[in-house]
Nanobody, 123 residues
Framework: VQLQASGGGLVQAGGSLRLSCEASGGTTSRYRMGWFRQAPGKGREFVALITWPGAGSYYSDSVKGRFTISRNNAKNTLYLQMNNLKPEDTAVYYC?????????????????WGQGTQVTVSS
């Protein structure tokens, strides 16, 4: 599956953004999908997961209660709604997908990656 992330931008602290990840060459309903982020000088870290089968979700502690992951299988698109953004959320955000089932959240658990979209939160 090929993934194309979009929706990043510059926003003030406390604001909101919605990231999108359009999939082609595969059906989002049959993939475990997630969002990761990478800040300058840091490693890529897990943000949110939506499972397959079903649509269970799981979040990192740093975004729990502020971010929501969802997908629209009719549009073959994954979303990340980000509310109450903080300067520490500034990073390049990546979407990822894998055909394996379960709750894996490590980067090696995902075989397909999008190109990343920049999110910058000003204080």
């Amino acid at each position: 599956v090929q993934l194309q992330a979009s929706g990043g931008g510059l926003v003030q602290a406390g604001g909101s953004l919605r990231l999108s990840c359009e999939a082609s060459g595969g059906t989002t309903s049959r993939y475990r999908m997630g969002w990761f982020r990478q800040a300058p000088g840091k490693g890529r870290e897990f943000v949110a997961l939506i499972t397959w089968p079903g649509a269970g979700s799981y979040y990192s502690d740093s975004v729990k209660g502020r971010f929501t992951i969802s997908r629209n299988n009719a549009k073959n698109t994954l979303y990340l709604q980000m509310n109450n953004l903080k300067p520490e959320d500034t990073a390049v955000y990546y979407c990822a997908a894998d055909l394996t089932r379960g709750w894996g959240t490590s980067t090696p658990d995902f075989g397909s990656w999008g190109q990343g979209t920049q999110v910058t939160v000003s204080s």
